[in-house]
C-alpha cells in the first residue's frame, strides 16, 4: 500500500548523513586497517637488539592496537543504537502529529453540530426535547462527547510531548555517539604509521620471536580437538561452538566480523549470529551480556573474556582450551584460556 510522501526533515536528513557516515566508518574499519596488503616499514633506529625484546615490544603494540580497535567497533555499535533510537522517536513524532490531526477535524465537527443545529447539537437538542429532564439528558450527553474528544487530545499532546522529549533526547545521544565515532576514527589515523610499524617489526622477526610475540599476546596455538569432543550443553551454544571452529586458520584482520577474516569480537558476534542470538561487535559489551560464570563453572560456549578494561574475548570448548581471533599474523586458532589477561566469563545461552 502506497504511503504519503513525508517531507526531508532537518531531523530525516541529519538521520541518514548519520547512516551514511557509519557506513563509511564501517570501510574504513573492515578495508582501511587491513595490514594484509600494506607495505613493510624499514626497521627504526634504536630497535630492540635482543629477542625478548622485540617479541614483547610487538606484543604490547598489537596489544594497544587490539585495544583501539575494541573502542572503534563499540563506538559504531553505540553510533547504531543511537540513530534507531531517533528514527523510532521521530516515527512516535508524526503519528501523534496525525492523531492530532484526525482528532481536531473530529472536535471541528462537534462544535460546528452543537451551534448550527445540524445533527445533535444544543439548540436541536432544546428545540426537540420533549421535556426539561429530555433536554438536560441530551446536552449531558452532549458533553460527554465534547470531554471524551478533549480527553484523547490531552492524551495525545502529552504523548507527542513525551515523544518529542526522547527524540531530542536521541538525537542529542547520536550526535555524542557520532562525536565519539570521530574521535575513535581520528586516533585511528594517527595510528596509521604505527600499524606499518608493527607489520614491519613483526615480519622482521624470526619465527621463533614470532612466535613469542603471539604467544604474549595471543597466547600459545594449541591442536584442535576432534570435533565429537566439544559438546556443548545446548543447541545454540553447540552451533556457535561449531561455527567458530568451522572459521580455524582464517587470518585476524582489526575491525573484521566474517566471513572471511575477525578480529576478536567479531568472530565471537559471527559464531553466536550463526545460533540466531544477536551480539555487538565489542568485547566490552559482549563481556556484560548473559550471566557470569566462575572459572571452576566454564562450559563449551561460555564467552572469556580478558583484561582491563576488556579488550579482548573467545568462546570456551572445553578442557581448559577456547577458540579465538587472536592477533595479527595469527589466524583464529585454539588456545589456553588461561593465557595472560583472564578477567571472566558470562554464558550467553
Not at 42 to 50: F, K, S
Not at 227 to 248: C, F, H, K
Not at 307 to 323: A, E, F, R
Amino acid at each position: 500500500m502506497a504511503t504519503a510522501h513525508r517531507p526531508c526533515t532537518p531531523s530525516l536528513r541529519s538521520t541518514r548523513h548519520w547512516r551514511k557516515r557509519s557506513l563509511l566508518l564501517a570501510v574504513i574499519a573492515v578495508v582501511g586497517i587491513d595490514l594484509a596488503s600494506a607495505p613493510a616499514a624499514a626497521a627504526a633506529p634504536g630497535d630492540p637488539v635482543t629477542a625478548e625484546d622485540a617479541a614483547s615490544l610487538v606484543a604490547e603494540r598489537g596489544h594497544q592496537l587490539e585495544v583501539l580497535t575494541e573502542q572503534f567497533n563499540e563506538a559504531r555499535e553505540n553510533l547504531e543504537s543511537q540513530q534507531a533510537a531517533a528514527a523510532a522517536a521521530e516515527d512516535e513524532v508524526a503519528a501523534a502529529e496525525a492523531e492530532l490531526v484526525v482528532l481536531g477535524e473530529q472536535l471541528a465537527g462537534v462544535a460546528q453540530t452543537a451551534y448550527t443545529g445540524d445533527g445533535f447539537g444544543a439548540l436541536r437538542a432544546f428545540m426537540t426535547s420533549g421535556s426539561p429532564e429530555e433536554f438536560l439528558d441530551r446536552v449531558a450527553l452532549l458533553e460527554s462527547v465534547a470531554g471524551h474528544h478533549n480527553d484523547v487530545v490531552d492524551r495525545v499532546a502529552s504523548a507527542q510531548a513525551v515523544a518529542e522529549k526522547a527524540q531530542l533526547s536521541a538525537e542529542r545521544a547520536a550526535a555524542e555517539a557520532q562525536r565519539h565515532v570521530d574521535e575513535v576514527t581520528a586516533k585511528q589515523a594517527d595510528l596509521q604509521a604505527e600499524i606499518a610499524e608493527y607489520q614491519a617489526r613483526y615480519t622482521a622477526l624470526t619465527a621463533a620471536q614470532q612466535e613469542e610475540a603471539d604467544a604474549a599476546h595471543g597466547g600459545r596455538t594449541l591442536a584442535a580437538p576432534p570435533p565429537s569432543e566439544v559438546v556443548a550443553n545446548s543447541a545454540a551454544a553447540q552451533t556457535a561452538v561449531d561455527t567458530a571452529m568451522a572459521q580455524l586458520g582464517d587470518p585476524y584482520v582489526w575491525a573484521a566480523a566474517g566471513p572471511d577474516s575477525f578480529d576478536c569480537s567479531g568472530l565471537t558476534q559471527y559464531a553466536f549470529a550463526a545460533a540466531g542470538i544477536s551480539l555487538p561487535h565489542s568485547s566490552r559489551m559482549q563481556a556484560t551480556m548473559g550471566q557470569a560464570v566462575s572459572r571452576a563453572e566454564l562450559q563449551a560456549g561460555d564467552l572469556v573474556y580478558f583484561y582491563s578494561p576488556v579488550s579482548h574475548i573467545g568462546i570456551y570448548i572445553g578442557g581448559g582450551q577456547m577458540v579465538h581471533a587472536s592477533t595479527f599474523g595469527e589466524p583464529v586458532k585454539v588456545g589456553s584460556v588461561d593465557m595472560s589477561g583472564y578477567a571472566g566469563a558470562r554464558r550467553i545461552v
